[in-house]
């Protein structure tokens, strides 16, 4: 079946950093979503991505649609203590609105 | 982004015993609203679809005798744990799937966790 897997699984940064991490599929998503989980919170999201080749911010965050629909890319600038959590990519099985969820990556920030 | 509550936030019950969870659509009626399972550490596993006034559809694995779920309503959901065991404490939310302009995109409650003692 259909898999996301993210990497890096996990990553410490510095304050003012900037952070990278993507998702990547065996098969080929229509519509990617970037969601960030808080501990004992629901995923929030952060960025939907609907074309190959988009390029899309919020704030901070920027994230890309793979050319080959088989990835996605999101990048966090000048990282602050509050973007720590577990940031989810996912995208919905083909014909449904479905999603499947990404393997995560968990951020931790050094002040 | 649709905003949803979960109640109650956090559950302990003994084994055998049933657990209700309620997850609510306070500003949209949600004909489709989705069920989710977290273990520490892992990911969001999708256990049902429920659908507004008809039978709700389970993944491949999730016991539908165990995990009875009712969407009475376009704004309410519930998840009752039948008969729980210590193995089916978990992190339990919920979305509901609003219409965009170019597609449908899930918006999460806050979850709810189970523990089963």
């Known amino acids: 079946g259909q898999q996301l897997n993210q990497s890096p699984q996990s990553m410490f940064i510095q304050e003012g950093e900037d952070v990278s991490m993507n998702c990547t599929s065996s098969?080929?998503?229509?519509?990617w979503l970037w969601y960030k989980q808080d501990p004992g919170e629901g995923p929030v999201l952060l960025i939907a991505?609907?074309?190959?080749?988009e390029l899309t911010s919020n704030g901070r965050l920027t994230a890309q649609f793979g050319i080959t629909r088989k990835d996605s890319f999101l990048n966090i600038s000048a990282s602050i203590p509050s973007d720590v959590g577990i940031y989810f990519c996912?995208?919905?099985?083909?014909?449904?609105?479905?999603?499947?969820f990404g393997t995560g990556t968990r951020l931790k920030v050094l002040a | 982004g649709a905003v949803v509550s979960q109640h109650p936030s956090w559950v302990i019950c003994k084994s055998g015993t049933s657990v209700k969870i309620e997850c609510r659509s306070l500003?949209?009626?949600?004909?489709?609203m989705f069920w989710y399972r977290q273990f520490p550490k892992q990911s969001l596993m999708l256990m049902a679809t429920?659908?507004?006034?008809?039978?709700?559809?389970?993944e491949q694995g999730v016991e539908k005798d165990k995990f009875l779920i009712n969407h009475a309503s376009l704004t309410l959901s519930t998840l009752t744990v039948t008969s729980a065991h210590p193995e089916d404490s978990s992190f339990y939310i919920c979305?509901?799937?609003?219409?965009?302009?170019?597609?449908?995109?899930?918006?999460f409650g806050p979850g709810t966790r189970l523990t089963v003692l």
């Open positions: 996912a995208g919905p099985t083909s014909g449904t609105y479905k999603y499947i």
């Open positions: 098969s080929i998503f229509n519509t």
């Open positions: 991505l609907y074309k190959a080749g």
């Open positions: 500003d949209f009626q949600a004909t489709t």
């Open positions: 429920s659908n507004e006034g008809s039978k709700a559809t389970y």
């Open positions: 979305s509901l799937l609003q219409p965009m302009a170019i597609t449908d995109t899930q918006y």
